[in-house]
């Protein structure tokens, strides 16, 4: 990626920022037609192995620099760059290219104070009755000083400037008809792992929740229609300056590649 | 991202990668203990605004170029790249930090020539009896020459390099003990989408499909275990020469932010 080339460089144009993919990508003529279908080439320049092995190097360690974050300054963030991280997000594929997701950004104070509440009243519920105690267990390392006997406080949720909702459509809605939509969770889970990648690379930090039991009342308190579900709670900003994440011992690495990858 | 520099710059040292993320992330001394759990401070080094805002708008332009691709070049590909991309891939976030993912990555030819076969073959029932008339509709436009006159083909199974396969971990086995995985769907999922996004990195295409009806028989053919599902069937490598791709009218375009983002 040569983009912070271009920032460097700003008389170079934007179609400069991607050297290796060609612009023509985005749509020509149609090359290609098959039945009512219509097809354009794709143009695509290589660029050499040994420059394809760096890079991927690099993006991977770039990538693994990312941790989750539970304590969020309440320095403002410029709302463009969330804006675009979302746009990032839906350039997902998706099931048929239906795109089921739909993207609430959150920044009013009140709102945050509502979800806050919603939030951890139902964590409550969650840690006293909906989860198993093994599961209460392998999330305690994770919390830091937020679940500290017994205790339940989510203060991120109005510290982080803005909080990301990310819901998937269970069907769409075209001019009020219903219209079908195919692997909507796997697709709006893979759109999130664009945003989050969108979210590191904009020097931002991030944490992906599942607000169990809180999901109507989150969608109720953002105004989304019953078509959609609340999947992830995204709060998102800059970590606070006494942030802190787990110490990374033998027992919390990240996997080897060992571990996760076979080749055969 | 600054690795570009870093390439071209090789004194540079890789901790000049990510200079905006301190290297500090990966473990120092232990900064504070709650019980029995050890946690680090966190290090982040901010930029300005306007970089912040140019990042992540270049990033969207770069990520908005990616197509998927169903026609693949046979040409070879370095396995380091694609091995890069699963491990950035494994730096995605998971319930619990369970990372309940494994990536096989198929390069044997026999084995490539194994699973054409068992996906054309269910594809076909999903064709004839799984997929109702609409979802056939809907996906036909994506399919290019593939699916022609009913005819389905997927050469693209043996042409390109690799197949990536993306498996869930239903639980965990740590010796031979169960152990609880949480939200394994979500998880996997998002480290698709970052998976993806190394791959386009890498100046590479790829395919998300699911396999319908041919889980199982890929899960035997990959020598992987019943604690684990397939979740997507992805080709990786150059497009071939004459690849298209379906034009994007008002139809196929990607949403607009009007129409994926909402602000509360």
């Not at 990312?66 to 979302?86: G, K």
Request: contains cysteine.
């Amino acid at each position: 990626m040569y983009y912070v080339l271009s920032l460097q460089n700003k008389q170079r144009k934007s179609s400069s920022i991607c050297p290796f993919v060609s612009e023509q990508v985005i749509d020509t003529l149609p090359a290609k037609s098959t039945g009512e279908h219509v097809y354009v080439e794709f143009r695509h320049e290589r660029i050499a192995k040994n420059e394809m092995i760096c890079r991927s190097q690099a993006f991977y360690q770039f990538m693994n620099q990312r941790r989750t974050l539970r304590f969020f300054s309440t320095d403002p963030v410029p709302i463009e760059v969330i804006q675009n991280c979302v746009l990032t997000a839906g350039t997902a594929p998706s099931g048929a290219h239906c795109q089921p997701w739909t993207f609430v950004i959150v920044k009013d104070k009140i709102i945050k104070t509502q979800l806050r509440e919603v939030i951890e009243n139902e964590e409550r519920v969650n840690y006293d009755h909906r989860m198993n105690s093994d599961w209460i267990k392998d999330l305690g390392p994770l919390m830091g000083t937020l679940h500290v006997e017994n205790e339940i406080v989510k203060p991120y949720i109005e510290e982080a400037p803005y909080i990301i909702i990310v819901l998937k459509q269970q069907y769409g809605l075209k001019n009020g008809k219903r219209i079908a939509h195919y692997y909507p969770m796997e697709s709006v889970c893979i759109a999130t792992g664009i945003l989050l990648t969108a979210i590191h690379n904009a020097n931002l930090v991030s944490l992906v929740s599942t607000p169990m039991g809180a999901e109507n009342a989150i969608r109720s308190l953002c105004n989304r229609p019953d078509n959609e579900r609340v999947l992830f709670f995204m709060p998102v900003g800059y970590p606070a300056d006494n942030a802190t994440v787990p110490y990374r011992n033998d027992e919390y690495l990240r996997k080897s590649i060992e571990d996760i990858l076979y080749i055969v």
